[in-house]
């Protein structure tokens, strides 16, 4: 499987001794349509937050489409119920012809209108993720399905910021990065800072913010964001019924649950969207090296 929507261009042109590859201008997301990717550690709670934020965009009135970046498939299923079938599989059954699709083979309604989409990815050591980020793009491109979507969440991989998981970065307008408030996550961020800002030499992507999820603490966050520059833009707490929401297959919102903290958690996430639409700049940090984290971060 080949890569035909991108062109390499020189070394060190984004990111110092790599070979990158450009977007292919037709493939831009329209003008308009705010720009969201969701990064951060491995197994943090990107899915979960994306989801709930979604959901939080939609509740403010804007429409909303989630692109699941993952060949696991699973950031939208609390909000559709169910594992919906991946850009990949669909294009599979028509040899990759995509004039034969249509929109609801691919794309399905979830939670109060919101629309998903997981993107899905090649078998392991087969193919780019980027080629699967370009095609699904391409896809909603020529379907007129970008034109009517007032938010884009791309919810990515793990922490892997190099080649074709990166690809999200060249439509974002902004990077949310999600972490915890340990050595570990706040590790994993400073990698996808230095991803973010090789990027933003050549495409309009920046950093949003740090979203704090599953800490009661923000002492470490605090403390690296104030020697980088980041802010947080969202404090989510160990709360249990977030986990139940996972169980249950549902949003944040969609619990049978007026207890004072998961009213605080949605209050939240409401929050949060607002900011995206109102109150964000993008933010001139700059990563620290390994070692500078390492003697950064802990307790004396």
């Known amino acids: 499987m080949t ?21 292919d201008a037709a493939m831009a997301i329209e003008e308009g349509a705010l720009v969201i990717a969701v990064y951060g550690k491995g197994g943090i709670g990107k899915s979960t937050t994306s989801s709930n934020l979604s959901a939080a965009f939609s509740k403010l009135g804007k429409r909303v489409l989630q692109i699941g970046c993952d060949p696991k498939h699973d950031s939208t299923f609390t909000l559709t119920k169910k594992m919906v079938p991946t850009v990949i599989d669909i294009l599979e059954t028509v040899d990759f012809h995509t004039e034969e699709l249509r929109p609801e083979d691919f794309v399905f309604e979830g939670y109060n209108g919101v629309m998903c989409v997981e993107s899905g990815g090649p078998p392991a050591g087969t193919g780019c993720g980027g080629y699967v980020t370009g095609q699904t793009v391409k896809l909603l491109k020529e379907h007129h399905l970008l034109e009517d979507t007032d938010v884009v969440i791309f919810d990515v991989l793990g922490d892997v910021v190099c080649g074709g998981f990166a690809a999200p970065l060249q439509h974002a307008h902004y990077c949310l990065i999600v972490t915890a408030n340990d050595f570990d996550s706040i590790f994993a961020m400073n990698r996808i800072m230095q991803a ?8 309009k992507v920046r950093l949003g913010g740090v979203i704090a999820n599953r800490s009661e603490d923000t002492d470490q966050i605090d403390k690296f964001n104030e020697r980088t520059g980041l802010r947080t833009m969202a404090h989510f707490k160990t709360v249990d019924a977030i986990r139940r929401s996972r169980l249950k297959k549902c949003t944040i919102f969609e619990m ?8 605080a958690v949605q209050q939240e996430y409401l929050s949060l969207a607002q900011k995206m639409l109102t109150d964000v700049e993008p933010l001139p940090a700059e990563p620290l090296k390994d070692r500078d984290i390492f003697d950064l971060l802990g307790f004396d």
């Open 3 to 23: 890569a035909t929507l991108t062109t390499p261009t020189t070394r060190g042109e984004d990111g110092e001794g790599s070979l990158q590859v450009h977007q």
């Open 196 to 203: 973010i800002n090789a990027k933003a030499k050549n495409y």
């Open 256 to 263: 049978d649950d007026d207890s004072p903290e998961v009213v």
